[in-house]
Every structure is written in C-alpha cells, then in structure tokens.
C-alpha cells in the first residue's frame, strides 16, 4: 500500500530533517537537492551553490533531507518529471530499505545541458507499507550523510 499525504506528514514531522511541510503531495514527498557533490569522470569531491552539467555529464549528489525509515515502510525515490524534461536522469538505485537512517545519494546523469541549484526539489520519495516489520536495515550505507561512493 503506498501512504497518502496525511500519513506522510505524520511520519516526516518526525522522521525527516529539515521537514518542509509544502513538501507533501497526495503520495509522495519532494527532497530537495544539497549542496554536495561528486564528478564520477575525475573522481572528485565539490561543493556549489550551482552546478551545470553537461551531456554525458555525471554526478553523485545528496538530499538535503536526513531521514528515518520505519521497520514497517520502504521507500523508492523517483526524479522529479520536470527536471526528467529537461533532460536529467536517476539512475534506479533509488530504493530505501526499512530501518535506513540518512541522507539519499543520488546519481544523476545529463542528456542535454542542465543547471541545478541547491534546494531544488529534485526527487519525489514514496513510501510503501510492508506487510509487517522488516529487519532493519544495517547495511554499509546506514547512517550516510553527503553524496556517498560505493562502499565495498
């Protein structure tokens, strides 16, 4: 079952930090963009307070937002349709476990040129309900903050 506003504000109020109430659509709530960033063809860390990419151009980037799953809910992050218009993609490695606690790397690539500014909303999380409690998830990525590599 996906969980509709009401249900999504109760749990961000809580669960999602910072918490931007305008955030909440019917099913799904907006993360915006941070700060930090990760040029995968030359290897390298940055921070900007804008970021053009280029075709081909590819990035790990951040969500402003750290949050807090349930045992009891997954979540599946999903490219805002606007900016998926403008020629930006997400790679679909987008899923979040129940019990995840962080900030959600994201890795996006350029089909046309494209600015991105942080605090932009950039992807739309739905939240699913599981059956029952989940193990939580204690995986190399629990407790991410910044745009995170591959751990092995």
């Known amino acids: 079952m996906i969980l509709a506003d009401l249900q999504l504000f109760k749990w961000a109020f809580n669960n999602v930090n910072p918490f931007d109430e305008d955030c909440i659509n019917p099913a799904s709530i907006d993360l915006k963009l941070g700060n930090e960033f990760v040029d995968l063809e030359m290897d390298r860390e940055f ?3 804008i970021i053009t990419l ?3 151009g590819a990035i790990l980037a951040t969500t402003v937002e750290y949050i807090m799953m349930p045992v009891n809910w997954a979540g599946v992050l999903y490219l805002k349709s606007s900016l998926a218009r403008k020629g930006l993609d997400h790679a679909l490695a987008g899923f979040v476990d129940p019990g995840f606690e962080g900030q959600l790397t994201m890795e ?3 089909h046309r040129p494209i600015m991105l500014r ?4 950039i992807v739309q999380l739905v939240l699913y309900e599981c059956h029952e409690p989940a193990h939580p998830y204690d995986g190399r990525y629990q407790g991410q903050k910044g745009p995170t590599r591959c751990r092995k």
């Open 108 to 110: 996006l690539h350029s």
């Open 47 to 49: 921070r900007s307070n």
């Open 54 to 56: 280029s075709p081909g």
């Open 118 to 121: 942080p605090g932009q909303r």
